[in-house]
């Protein structure tokens, strides 16, 4: 099982990136998904995450910004980000819960993509 994450780049701020991210392998069900993010010289923080059935979270700092997407048919969830700020450059990590079709339930991680807003 594996989380591929892309969709990071260099934008100037108030500009605007869609991060992807898919599910593979062996999986029978994904649960909760979520985004965090590692700026330098930070802990990871958690940046949204969306339930089975749709609903969504946010931290503070990108609500009416961001937004948390997913769809279940292609294991995939979706962090659209719009009016972005220096302050948002970062590493951008996917994670999800996921059921394998061997019986366990653990949480996965992405590789990471780097999302660099320029003033």
């Known amino acids: 099982v594996q989380l591929q994450a892309s969709g990071g780049g260099l934008v100037q701020a108030g500009g605007a990136l869609q991060l992807s991210c898919a599910a593979s392998?062996?999986?029978?069900?994904?649960?909760?998904m979520a985004w965090y993010r590692q700026a330098p010289g930070k802990q990871r923080e958690l940046v949204a995450t969306?339930?089975?059935?749709?609903?969504?979270n946010y931290v503070d700092s990108v609500k009416g910004r961001f937004a948390i997407s997913r769809v279940n048919a292609k294991k995939a969830v979706y962090l659209q980000m719009n009016s972005l700020k220096p302050e948002d450059t970062a590493v951008y990590y996917c994670?999800?819960?996921?059921?394998?079709?061997?019986?366990?339930?653990?949480?996965?991680w992405g590789q990471g993509t780097l999302v660099t807003v320029s003033s």
């Open positions: 994670n999800a819960g996921i059921y394998t079709t061997w019986g366990s339930l653990r949480q996965y």
């Open positions: 969306i339930t089975g059935g749709g609903s969504t």
């Open positions: 392998g062996s999986i029978l069900t994904v649960g909760d």
